[in-house]
């Protein structure tokens, strides 16, 4: 009885307890598979779901001339991609896509056929075409932010600064040499997102993160490489030539102000033009400089003191034979004294100077001007010449290198070498990036000017100055290079181009170049123009030197150098003109003794330049305020005025 | 004692009327305290709740505001670009020769204005 009498009570609290202790070891078990177990996994769900991934691409900097006009910029663009297997009508989606991309719609429906998860369609669409393929809703196709440069000067300076190809990465130029420094790196900006998918800061918002990209900044000047651009290719059309390059530099300093090339190329199509059209020539092309080499013959010979510029040698009547070789001049001269031979530029005659200096001294003072190896001047792709060292010249090189035939250079160590001259014989290192600066414009690393060697001294400087002065002189062969109202200093050169096939000297392909310095009292630009090729004529002389002429024209008055003859007036904005009758009590003013008067003219009404221009050569002293029309003059018209007496304008305009 | 009852009537209805003022007037100030103590939670919790709507609601704002940030950024840099662009030499120099017929001056017609 006692036995069969079970407590149900405490059986059921017993099974309960079981039940309830299971179901706790169950709990606290997944528990710790989800805690411990499946922690990193399900971080990373959650984390997935919580946090908005905004993968900020990657800013590339910005390339700037020397006044901090953009050259290359970088901005936001979309790129089409699609999910091929979220496509429902791959024909109609080709199609649509197609018809806005202006594509071939056969090669779309191949993309979007593509078993693959990812394809691109198309990279980089303008934003018209991507608003309008957004319109349009089509599952599966979607869009992701990518850089595309942007040259808004189209082909201005395209050799200098190159190109980026697809991936932003620099292909050419400055965009390939500082390719690392110009790119940031990639971000990505996390935000929490709440259960809609919508984003919310509520930690620290991702303020202040940098970005690290570097802009450039050039010495490349985008009105004189304008002027070089324009005047290089109108010269190379006009003489149907095969290329050409310039280069404009600022002796003192060694910054490159310009640097073209033709055939110019626009950077934003590079691929719709042939490669060979991306090659900077002015750096990467050598050639053989010709005439205009004469002179370093001339600094040389002239700093070593071994001939005087009166020194007067023997032409041959045009035909000089050494060794196996003939020299030939253009025009048959007998005795030339040496300022002559630069002038009307005798190959005999340079060939005997440089039998006076030798090898050894004159290759010493090639090494100086820094033929034969590169200049440096921070652009891929330079090349270094061909300057062999004397103990391979054979026995007539020294006679032919005089004249510049049997070495090679390439345009920017000519102009670097003629640098040297116009600036007392300092060569001084180009440069063509003058400062990085951080992204928010500040500058972390600026160039300086970088002297490399006094090659010659000034005073002999001095004297190849003279020679070259000279040489653009009437009767020289640079004659057609001199702008009005400036002086200046340069050589022209014509070489024949080698024969690749043949061997030996082309007769008909010439290279013509001329290359000079302006003013010739201070160097302000050197600036050299070579042309390949050109048909009709191939002196440097009537086909370079003009081009010359036409960049010093316009580029000097651009550096506040102006010709002889330029009027120049005095704004005097500050200074109120001076009210009906006062005298202008100035003390530098002499009144005259009366012999030398005039009448003031009625100026009301006139532009400034008919008004200076009427009242111009009466001697008076011109002062003007203001801009636009002639509103008050004082003297009044009619007045009898003396001259070196001020006469004030007062300048408005209508508006 | 004839008054004990009286008196102990008296007694209790002193005490009554005191204890009773007394504990009334306990549970008042009870329930007023707890009243307040209720309404300061209440108000303390819905002040949080407000506070917390607050901060997403900012947060929303913030995002929103970065976002425009970002696409006026853009623009701006768009819009730079454009400028770069107008301001092409090439473009300018075209204008000036073929739509307005300008030309450059020879060096004699330039007079300096400084």
């Not at chain 1, 595309?148 to 395209?158: E, I, T, V």
């Not at chain 1, 290192?429 to 951080?438: A, L, M, Q």
């Not at chain 2, 623009?75 to 301001?87: H, I």
Request: hydrophobic share 40%; charged share 25%; net charge positive.
């Amino acid at each position: 009885m006692k036995k069969k009498s079970i407590n149900w009570f405490k059986v059921r609290i017993i099974l309960i307890s079981c039940l309830l202790f299971f179901c706790f070891i169950v709990i606290l078990g997944r528990m710790f598979q989800l805690q411990v177990l499946k922690k990193e996994k399900l971080y990373k769900l959650a984390a997935q779901q919580q946090y908005g991934q905004i993968p900020l691409v990657p800013k590339r900097g910005i390339i700037y001339d020397r006044n901090e006009n953009e050259l290359a910029v970088s901005i936001e663009v979309d790129s089409v991609y699609a999910e091929p297997k979220k496509i429902v009508e791959v024909g109609k989606t080709a199609n649509e896509l197609a018809s806005i991309l202006q594509t071939d719609p056969k090669e779309i429906r191949e993309k979007l056929k593509s078993a693959k998860s990812f394809e691109w369609v198309q990279r980089k669409v303008s934003p018209k075409e991507a608003d309008e393929i957004k319109a349009r809703r089509l599952p599966g196709i979607h869009f992701l932010k990518e850089n595309k440069r942007f040259y808004p000067n189209s082909h201005l300076a395209a050799h200098a600064i190159g190109f980026v190809g697809l991936d932003s990465k620099g292909l050419e130029g400055i965009e390939l040499q500082y390719d690392a420094l110009l790119n940031g790196k990639q971000h990505i900006w996390m935000m929490e997102r709440d259960a809609m998918g919508r984003g919310i800061v509520l930690n620290e918002g991702p303020f202040e993160k940098e970005d690290h990209h570097r802009n450039i900044v050039l010495t490349i000047d985008k009105h004189i490489q304008h002027v070089t651009e324009v005047e290089l290719s109108q010269a190379v059309q006009k003489w149907g030539a095969k290329g050409g390059m310039a280069i404009v530099m600022e002796p003192k300093t060694g910054k490159v102000l310009a640097m073209a090339s033709y055939p110019f190329f626009n950077p934003n199509q590079f691929l719709e033009y042939r490669p060979r059209s991306w090659r900077n020539r002015a750096i990467s092309d050598v050639f053989e400089p010709g005439s205009m080499f004469k002179t370093f013959l001339a600094a040389a010979v002239l700093d070593e003191r071994i001939v005087q510029s009166s020194d007067s040698f023997y032409c041959e009547n045009g035909t000089y034979t050494i060794y196996d070789r003939t020299i030939h001049d253009h025009s048959k001269y007998g005795w030339l004294t040496f300022q002559q031979i630069i002038k009307v530029s005798s190959n005999i005659g340079a060939s005997k100077v440089a039998e006076k200096i030798g090898k050894d001294r004159f290759y010493r003072y090639l090494g100086g001007f820094g033929f034969g190896e590169r200049t440096r001047l921070g652009l891929p792709g330079e090349a270094r010449g061909i300057v062999h060292h004397p103990r391979y010249w054979s026995p007539v090189a020294l006679d032919t290198i005089s004249f510049g035939q049997g070495i090679s250079v390439t345009g920017i160590q000519l102009a670097v070498a003629l640098s040297a001259i116009a600036n007392g014989g300092i060569k001084m290192k180009p440069y063509v990036v003058e400062k990085i600066t951080d992204e928010k414009g500040e500058g972390i690393q600026t160039f300086q000017p970088e002297r490399v060697k006094q090659v010659i001294s000034e005073e002999t400087s001095k004297k190849v100055i003279a020679l070259l002065k000279a040489a653009t002189e009437k009767g020289g062969t640079g004659e057609q290079a001199v702008p009005q109202g400036y002086e200046i200093a340069g050589k022209t050169g014509t070489a024949q181009k080698v024969d690749t096939i043949l061997g030996g000297y082309s007769e008909d392909r010439y290279m013509s170049g001329f290359m000079g310095f302006a003013p010739v009292e201070e160097p302000r630009i050197v600036v050299l123009v070579v042309l390949d090729e050109p048909r009709g004529s191939n002196y440097g002389g009537v086909v370079a030197a003009p081009v010359f002429r036409a960049i010093v024209e316009k580029v000097l008055p651009y550096l506040n150098v102006f010709p002889k003859g330029t009027l120049v007036v005095k704004n005097e904005m500050e200074t109120p003109v001076r009210g009906e009758g006062s005298t202008p009590l100035i003390e530098e003013v002499r009144v005259g003794r009366g012999s030398q008067r005039v009448v003031m003219p009625d100026l009301t009404g006139l532009s400034m330049r008919n008004a200076l221009s009427r009242i111009e050569g009466r001697g008076l002293i011109i002062k003007v305020s203001g801009n636009g029309k002639v509103v008050d003059q004082n003297p009044k018209a009619g007045a009898v005025v003396e001259k070196g007496e001020i006469c004030y304008l007062k300048f408005e305009s209508p508006s | 004692m004839a008054n004990p009852r009286e008196r102990g009537e008296d007694r209790i209805l002193w005490m009554e009327k005191d204890s009773r003022e007394k504990s009334a007037g306990r549970k008042l100030n009870l329930l007023l305290v707890f009243g307040l103590l209720l309404l300061s939670l209440i108000g303390g919790s819905l002040f949080y709740v407000w506070s917390r709507i607050q901060v997403i609601q900012y947060g929303y704002e913030i995002s929103n505001a970065l976002k425009e940030e970002r696409a006026l950024t853009e623009t701006n840099k768009r819009l730079r670009l454009e400028v770069a662009t107008l301001k092409s030499y090439e473009r300018i120099e075209k204008i000036a020769v073929e739509e307005l017929k300008m030309i450059k001056p020879k060096p004699g017609q330039v007079i300096v204005i400084r």
